[in-house]
């Protein structure tokens, strides 16, 4: 497993990241095996968020309740929350008091101290800027939060917290696969008339987060388009799955693996986040690290993909 250190941070951070939206249902020794598959693969970092499972901090909780981190067990990890979305109305709230709430609910949920990385889960168009600099500005005071950043978040969003916000923000977390890539894809057909593909639709988030050192955390790496479905054995994509296939037997490796190499082959340093509960599934899409593609055989996906590669 290849790890860097997280631009921004003093974070060594592993390529691909388990995240556990997931385990509301599971019990103790499930979500521990899954955990513990995470760590053999050499995954050092976890994905967590105030609404995943039922209720607010219910995946938080199972995962607190199931793994009881001992404090020498917590230093080994580099754990991850989000906030901002709240399910049941107003939807969307990056107030000051709903932000300090939420992290206060996730450290109790967790059984932890402090959070590594706190992220503002999705756009929040009510967005007042200097509450969210004031609740960081508390919470990484209090020792309660180490570092911040966004998820979903375009170029001019994250522009206006930057102008408030004092700490750097080190990542923003985009849903990324071979068949969802519309943020790499639009550059590779930019002015193109009358092409889908030479739309842009993100104003060149993938870029920006390279020009100002946020790391690009890929959710959902092995879904089609916005949860419709995986594309890895899909009949819908025969002629990707025959290339994904075709790789995989030369690396070695699984399809998963090919799928996360893809991504974490670009030059951005992305992370990879896997949403699967399955240990072995965790361990196959792990290898994917260790695999460099090289330049043919990534352009090779992109155009089994159905993008233009002109």
Excluded at 70 to 96: C, H, L, M, N
Excluded at 139 to 144: Q, T, V
Excluded at 166 to 181: G, K, R
Excluded at 270 to 281: A, I, K
Aim: with cysteine; hydrophobic share 40%.
């Amino acid at each position: 497993m290849r790890t860097f250190t997280l631009p921004g941070t003093e974070l060594t951070v592993s390529d691909v990241v388990l995240g556990l939206m997931r385990i509301q249902d599971k019990t103790d020794e499930e979500v521990r095996a899954l955990v513990s598959s995470a760590r053999d693969a050499g995954i050092n970092f976890l994905d967590h968020a105030d609404i995943y499972g039922d209720g607010v901090h219910g995946c938080e909780r199972r995962f607190g309740e199931a793994v009881r981190l001992t404090p020498a067990e917590r230093e080994r990890w580099v754990i991850q929350s989000k906030t901002g979305i709240v399910k049941q109305g107003p939807y969307f709230d990056f107030s000051y008091e709903h932000i300090v709430e939420s992290v206060h609910g996730s450290l109790e949920a967790l059984g932890t101290d402090y959070l590594d990385i706190l992220l503002l889960h999705r756009p929040d168009a009510l967005v007042e800027p200097e509450e969210v600099a004031r609740a960081f500005d508390d919470l990484a005071a209090a020792g309660k939060v180490r570092a911040f950043g966004v998820s979903n978040h375009t170029s001019h969003q994250i522009e206006l917290l930057r102008r408030y916000v004092e700490q750097p923000l080190v990542a923003n977390q985009l849903q990324l696969s071979i068949t969802h890539a519309p943020m790499i894809a639009q550059g590779l057909a930019a002015n193109m008339q009358g092409l889908e593909q030479s739309v842009a639709r993100d104003d060149g988030v993938l870029d920006y987060c390279r020009l100002h050192d946020i790391t690009v955390q890929a959710w959902s790496p092995f879904q089609s388009g916005f949860f419709d479905g995986p594309f890895l054995g899909s009949s819908r994509f025969p002629e990707l799955n025959a290339a994904i296939d075709r790789l995989a037997a030369r690396y070695d490796v699984s399809a998963e693996a090919i799928a996360v190499a893809w991504i974490t082959r670009h030059p951005a340093r992305m992370q990879v986040v896997l949403g699967t509960t399955t240990p072995q599934r965790v361990s196959a899409a792990a290898q994917g690290s260790e695999v460099r593609l090289s330049r043919a055989e990534w352009y090779e996906l992109v155009r089994a993909a159905g993008y233009l590669v002109p």
